[in-house]
Structures are given as C-alpha cells and as structure tokens.
C-alpha cells in the first residue's frame, strides 16, 4: 500500500503549464499589438520630423536669398541717392557762382527720386516677403521638434512593450502604454496645427 494517495503530477503539472502558456500567449499578442500600433505611428511621425526639418531649411534659405535681394535693393538706393545729391550739389554750385544752372540737374536729381521711391517699395516688398519665409521656417521647426519629441515617447513605450514582453510585467506594459499614449497625444496634437 502507498504511503499518501497518489495524484497524477505529470497531468497537473501539463495543464498548469498550457494554462500559463495560454495565459501569457493573449498577453504577448496583446503587447504585440500595442508595439506595432505604437511602430506604425512612430514611423509616420519621423517621417514628418523629417520632411517638416526639411521644408523648414528650404524655407531660411528662401529668407536668406530674399535678404540679399533686400540689401542689394538698399544699395541701389543709396546710390540713387548719391546721384540725386550729386545733382542737387552742382546746381547748387551754379546758384552760389551767381549763374543759373542747366535744367538737366533739376530734371536729374528728380528722376533719381523717383527711382529711389520704386527702389524703396521694392526692398520693402522684398523684407516683409523674407520676413513671412523666416516666420513659416520657425513655425515649422517648432513642428519639426514636437514630432521628434513623439518620436522619443514612441521609442521610450516600444522599448518598455519589449521589457513587459520579456518580464510578463503588466505593469511595464500599462507604462508602456501610457508613454505611446502621449507619444500620440503630442502627435495628433502637431499633426492638427
């Protein structure tokens, strides 16, 4: 006779295990999910961080080269101006000497007048066109950053889905949600503006 009643272990310890297994198989799925849902956005999300850095730098460049137009503007300008004041000088040398001076001064320094008055709407144009091309190049950097941030959170719960995925840690997985969640907050939130 057998010393305690015998229990079939082998049985119990296979439906233990399968139960664990089927256990831990709807968990990992379920991670699985979550981390290639969190995958997905982080993809679409570097790819805007990247084509929004982009847009952004052909937009300062676009700044810059209407800046140079600008000064060159300016410059004309001044050299407008210089030969206004040439003309206006030497007419009044005439008047000084006591002689009446020849009407092509006059007519001079007031056609240069004129064209510093065009050159000078010109250069204005000129900045306030530079000045809207900075202002989308800062707007879209702000973006660039915001979507690169999500990036960051993405990456952060991906990597806490693979912890829980190898702990079996509810917890890591609930923070690892909670990280793609705002990943996706600041995401919607960038991609809305």
Do not use: C
């Amino acid at each position: 006779m057998p010393e305690g009643p015998e229990i079939e272990t082998e049985k119990l310890r296979d439906a233990v295990t399968e139960e664990l297994e089927r256990e831990g198989s709807g968990f990992l799925k379920r991670i699985a999910l979550t981390t290639a849902i969190l995958a997905a956005f982080a993809a679409v999300a570097a790819l805007l961080a990247g084509s929004t850095v982009n847009e952004a730098l052909v937009a300062k460049t676009e700044a810059t080269t209407l800046q140079a137009q600008a000064s060159d503007a300016w410059a004309y300008y001044q050299a407008k101006g210089v030969k206004r004041e040439i003309q206006e000088t030497a007419a009044g040398a005439w008047t000084a000497a006591g002689k009446t001076p020849p009407p092509t001064f006059a007519r001079e320094a007031a056609r240069y007048r004129a064209e510093q008055k065009q050159i000078d709407e010109k250069a204005r144009e000129l900045e306030r066109r530079r000045d809207e091309r900075s202002a989308h190049a800062d707007h879209l950097l702000h973006a660039h950053h915001r979507y690169a941030n999500a990036v960051a959170l993405f990456q952060v719960s991906i990597a806490l889905g693979a912890v829980a995925a190898l702990s079996r840690s509810r917890w890591v997985w609930y923070g690892s949600m909670a990280a793609g969640a705002a990943g996706i907050v600041l995401f919607l939130l960038t991609a809305g503006r």
